[in-house]
């Protein structure tokens, strides 16, 4: 056996000049930018008025509050959170689902292979980001105005924050879509209409459905934040517990909460596997 | 030219066109029973939503003529007219979206420095013992389920009101959410290198540090991108329940009717929030090359 040869360290560094010595631009970018990074952190925590005494007088009065949280307990309220959850997971069923419905006719309108000009998609592209740039909380509060306080509040502000996100997202599933089959209805003498029925909307409802489950499955964890600002739910009890200082109740509606939603996993899954297949889901 | 089809025998066609629609209408059964089930299940989700339709109707003009309202000026001129007398607090406003950039900046940050603190422990091929990844994963499950304004409102209690208790809220929410990412992308990394360093007889400490992070750097980069993303639209509600940034001017805004104040600050929110998402994406685009923008 040979041992390792004696490599010529000079001839390699005249041949690899930039494996060697790497500009001094590169190689002082990640620690610089790490820096920057630690700067603006510090920056932010003074800013912020973070100081260690707040912070560990904030962490015993944390700990006393876990401590009284158990054990979990809902008082005689049972019945009334029960009915609160149930508010909430229909929230989001009814929420979804109008947004699904409205958003599909305009995501046609904002994909590219639908519509080629340029000049009709930026608006609605752009109308449709205005949208998703509003946190769901402030939908609601604007629909509070509206039809006043209520659950039925929270339904329309999930409906049109997530139209718009369902607007971004189905119209990115047309576009994905393969061309050749539209092609095919259009050679075969179909009209638009029927290029979209029958070329592009079979090939992109699965996807779409796919969406669809998993946006129910956010919305649930969505809806039980709404009624915080009083648009019906769960999320009204958990704040009033909250404010009242009931512990053990808020960790009773916390708990609920996290089964719920871990079911609504379960069961949006097991039904995206049904619909889709394995593969598809993404 | 012509091209010859050949067509079956007519009791062989009958066979397999009944064959054709059996199996059509079966389908179209199955899609029928979906159907009404989910119109059951919207039906009772009307009920439990005490959906009203006429209060919906007769409402709805209030609707668009709020966006009517919230459009118009104290001197009934639309707010476009007159930019300043719109945008009059716009000092306040954007010293407020600073806020609210630096909470969910401060809140990003730490809570990735915890989320890649605990992923090792709960990716399948790294943790060191499986109880400790069955313990590790059910905290971050629980920081990611419960949602962040919820933590606010029990820090704001903790902590006193103001900015402090929305930065821990994001913090730990966004722990959950990106200790799960990081987990999956520990999980797909290629474990030869790690093979290769143990065998050295390196630590467990040294395996992550040369095998692994080396591999899953850019991928975190671009997940923590995106979660600031996230956590900018987030930090922006976190005021209406005092825990600092532009929210709790919004809230106050919309509960005391200052209409054309309601826009003024929508505005603010959306043109940062775009200008946000066009930044990460550049970076991340820019760090990653393509395929790491999805």
Redesign the interface.
């Known amino acids: 056996m040979t041992g390792p040869r004696q490599v010529d360290t000079r001839a390699l560094r005249a041949r690899y000049p930039d494996v060697f010595d790497r500009p001094a631009s590169a190689r002082l970018a990640v620690p610089a930018m790490i820096v920057a ?1 630690f700067a ?2 510090v ?3 003074v ?4 100081s260690p005494s ?2 560990f ?3 015993s ?2 700990g006393w ?1 876990s401590l009284m949280m158990i054990p979990p307990d809902p008082g005689s309220s049972l019945p009334v959170y029960l009915k609160a959850l ?2 909430t ?3 989001a ?2 929420g979804t ?1 109008l947004a699904a419905l409205f958003a599909l006719p305009v995501s046609l309108l904002a994909a590219r292979n639908v519509i080629p000009s340029q000049i009709l998609r930026f608006p609605i592209r752009r109308f449709l ?2 949208i998703r ?3 769901t ?2 939908w609601a ?3 509070i ?4 306080l ?3 509040a ?3 502000a999930i409906a049109v924050s997530d139209f718009g996100a369902f607007g971004k997202l189905f119209s990115e599933a047309i576009e994905g879509a393969d061309q050749k089959q539209v092609e095919g209805v259009r050679a075969s003498g179909g009209s638009a209409l029927h290029e979209i029925r029958f070329g592009l909307l079979p090939q992109v409802l699965p996807v779409i459905a796919g969406q669809v489950l998993y946006f129910i499955e956010s919305n649930t ?2 809806a ?2 709404i009624g ?2 009083g648009a ?1 739910g769960i ?1 009204l009890q ?2 009033e517990q ?1 404010r009242v ?1 009931e512990w053990q109740r ?1 960790s009773f509606l ?1 708990l609920m ?2 089964v719920a ?2 079911a609504i996993d379960f069961i949006s899954s097991k039904l995206r596997f049904a619909i889709i297949g394995r593969r598809a889901v993404a | 030219m012509t091209v010859a089809v050949s067509i079956l025998p007519e009791q062989q066609l009958a066979v397999l066109n009944a064959a054709y629609r059996q199996a059509v209408a079966r389908k179209r059964l199955r899609l029928l029973l979906g159907l009404v089930i989910f119109a059951a ?2 039906f ?9 339709l006429r ?2 109707f007769a ?2 003009g ?2 668009i003529s ?1 966006f009517d309202r919230i459009l118009t000026l104290d001197s009934g001129q639309r707010v476009w007219t007159d930019a300043g007398e719109w945008l009059w607090g716009w000092r306040k406003w954007l010293k407020m979206l600073g ?1 609210t950039l ?2 969910s ?2 809140g990003t ?1 730490i809570g990735a420095t915890f989320a890649f603190a605990l992923n090792f422990f709960a990716a399948e091929n790294t943790s060191p013992s499986p109880w400790l990844r069955f313990v590790v994963r059910r905290l971050l499950e ?1 920081a990611r ?3 962040g ?2 933590f606010a ?3 704001v ?4 009101l ?3 208790a929305g ?1 821990l809220a994001i913090a730990i929410h966004s722990t959950g959410a990106l200790g799960k990412l990081f987990s999956e992308i520990v999980e797909n990394a290629d474990m030869k290198p790690v093979e290769g360093i143990r065998s050295t007889g390196a630590s467990w400490l040294s395996c992550m540090r040369f095998a692994v992070v080396p591999q899953v750097t850019a991928g975190y980069a671009s997940y923590g991108l995106l979660r600031f993303e996230i956590n900018v ?2 930090a ?2 976190m005021g ?2 005092g825990a ?1 940034g532009i929210g709790q001017e ?2 106050v805004a ?2 005391k009717f200052y209409y054309s104040d309601v826009s003024a600050i ?1 505005l603010t ?2 043109i940062t ?2 200008i946000i ?1 066009i930044t990460t994406g550049w970076l991340r685009g820019r760090l990653f090359g393509k395929e790491a923008r999805t």
Request: aromatic share 12%; charged share 10%.
């Open positions: 990074a603006i952190l920056y932010g925590l800013d912020l008025d973070f707040r912070f007088a904030g962490l009065q944390l509050i149930g508010e997971l229909s929230i069923l009814l689902t980001d205005s740039g509003v946190d909380l402030i509060l604007v629909w105005n509206v039809v006043g209520g659950p039925f929270g339904v329309l964890r969505s039980t934040i915080i600002v019906g999320g958990l704040a909250i200082l808020v916390i909460i996290l939603v871990a | 299940a919207l009772l989700a009307a009920i439990g939503a005490e959906v009203n209060t919906f409402h709805f209030n609707f709020y806020e630096l909470i900046y401060v940050l629980f389920t419960v949602p304004i919820v409102l029990i820090f209690i903790a902590f006193g103001g900015p402090m930065v639209r987030e922006s509600v209406f329940v600092g919004l809230v919309i509960r929508l929110i959306i929030v775009f998402d």
